[in-house]
């Protein structure tokens, strides 16, 4: 089988040599059927002449070959590719790790790195990731030559999940058995928070409805039943049904709303906005339920005006959540601070930003609720939120209102002291 393989070997050498030398022969034959024109007598001569130049082009001595074409016939016969699959390797966009066949560690990327921590190369991959479950897909992908995947997660230091592939590397010079293998990871974790958080909100949805509907069901058959002839029980349960519809409606609205700005999120505003008299504005819509709350607003501007780029009706909407929230749930403080202010760039060729904040002096937050605050249906005390007529979207509208006008919500809170809730926004100019 050796000697078979060699004498290939070299058969597909000469062959090569012949396909480089073919100008050189073109021009030599050419020369030698001129001369046998010519010279027809002397014809035998051209011929051995050619012959002879075919010859030396088989067995014409490597080293003495130019340049590029060793570097050709290099590039061929070799096994490892020390820098073509590694320079490859190096350039996926996620983390992979290439083996040998025997799950010995021969290279890791720098993407790799980065997520799971430097590797030394010649140590078994087990000593990296002792999961199992992955040892199982090397395992599978050696035995079979083929690719082998799974889906893995990782708990610590945080949940993420992976598409963990085994892949063989065919080599043109390599046995039938691949020698070498990649290990990739493919990063699941935004794709399957985004699955989680929609079904969180389907069922928080459904609940949210499902609730109000029971009740209304229930008042129902109790005015249908035993409440039939009791004009006093009818009149209490048809206020509390249509404190129950109030509440659906406020909760569809809501949902509504969410909708329709995640709809034109990627579209930036156009319009241009005086933030000071929109704040004005608010304030004054706002002046019957802090009355009713005992709460006193009070309002700082820096500026008369206030100009930046931004949709009205939506930055109403932003202002108006956090106000009203900052008054029911900020109640025991008796007032809310409304503040708007110039914040100057770092360079003077840059425009300034405006950052607009609510601050109320009641219970304050806990610092374990501050980074879920803007999730939907999240809610920091469930029994308070619904005496409060809230539907747990509010602030889930205000992010996602503000990500569209490219700013942020910063939340800030110590617990007996208020709440700040704040957002910049940059100068029109």
């Given at each position: 089988m050796a000697d078979t393989n060699a004498a290939f070997e070299n058969d597909r050498r000469r062959i090569s040599r012949l396909v480089q030398a073919r100008w050189l022969l073109f021009a030599g034959g050419l020369l030698?059927?001129?001369?046998?024109?010519?010279?027809?007598?002397?014809?035998p001569f051209a011929l051995g002449g050619f012959v002879a130049l075919v010859g030396v082009a088989l067995f014409f001595p490597r080293r003495t070959l130019s340049a590029p074409v060793r570097g050709v016939m290099a590039s061929h016969n070799q096994v490892w590719p020390d820098t073509s699959i590694k320079a490859i390797t190096e350039a996926l966009g996620y983390p992979a790790y290439i083996l040998d066949a025997d799950a010995v560690l021969?290279?890791?990327?720098?993407?790799?790195?980065?997520?799971?921590?430097?590797?030394?190369?010649?140590?078994?991959?087990?000593?990296?990731?002792?999961?199992?479950?992955?040892?199982?897909?090397?395992?599978?992908?050696?035995a079979s030559g083929s690719r082998a995947e799974l889906e893995y997660n990782e708990q610590v230091p945080q949940e993420r999940w992976y598409a963990v592939s085994v892949s063989p590397i065919p080599l043109a010079s390599a046995s039938r058995r691949p020698a070498f293998f990649l290990l990739s990871f493919f990063d699941l974790t935004e794709a399957k928070r985004s699955e989680q958080m929609r079904s969180d909100f389907i069922a928080n949805a459904s609940h949210e409805l499902r609730t109000p509907l029971a009740s209304l069901r229930g008042f129902i058959e109790t005015?249908?039943?035993?409440?039939?002839?009791?004009?006093?029980?009818?009149?209490?349960?048809?206020?509390?049904?249509?404190?129950?519809?109030?509440?659906?409606?406020?909760?569809?609205?809501?949902?509504?709303?969410?909708?329709r700005i995640e709809m034109k999120s990627h579209m930036r505003p156009q319009g241009v906005v005086d933030l000071a008299e929109l704040l004005r504005q608010v304030i004054n819509m706002l002046e019957p339920l802090s009355?009713?709350?005992?709460?006193?607003?009070?309002?700082?501007?820096?500026?008369?005006?206030?100009?930046?780029?931004?949709?009205?009706d939506e930055l109403i909407q932003v202002v108006e959540n956090l106000v009203e929230n900052a008054c029911k749930y900020g109640q025991s403080g008796g007032k809310v601070v409304v503040s708007a202010n110039r914040v100057?760039?770092?360079?003077?060729?840059?425009?300034?930003?405006?950052?607009?904040?609510?601050?109320d002096f009641g219970p304050g937050i806990a610092a374990e609720h501050l980074p879920r605050l803007t999730e939907r249906f999240y809610r920091v005390d469930v029994a308070s939120s619904r005496e409060k007529q809230g539907t747990g979207l509010g602030l889930a509208i205000v992010k996602h209102i503000l990500n569209r006008h490219s700013s942020r919500l910063a939340v800030s809170s110590v617990p007996g002291e208020g709440a700040t809730f704040a957002f910049r926004l940059p100068i029109e100019r």
């Open positions: 030698c059927i001129l001369f046998a024109w010519l010279e027809p007598q002397r014809a021969r290279h890791t990327n720098a993407r790799a790195e980065q997520a799971f921590g430097p590797a030394r190369a010649g140590d078994p991959i087990s000593y990296k990731f002792r999961r199992p479950e992955i040892m199982r897909l090397i395992d599978e992908a050696v005015i249908q039943g035993p409440a039939a002839k009791d004009p006093e029980t009818i009149t209490k349960f048809l206020g509390l049904m249509l404190e129950q519809a109030e509440r659906m409606s406020r909760l569809i609205d809501d949902l509504l709303s969410l909708s009355a009713n709350l005992g709460v006193k607003i009070t309002l700082s501007l820096s500026d008369k005006k206030l100009p930046v780029r931004g949709d009205r100057p760039a770092g360079s003077s060729s840059l425009p300034g930003q405006i950052e607009v904040s609510i601050r």
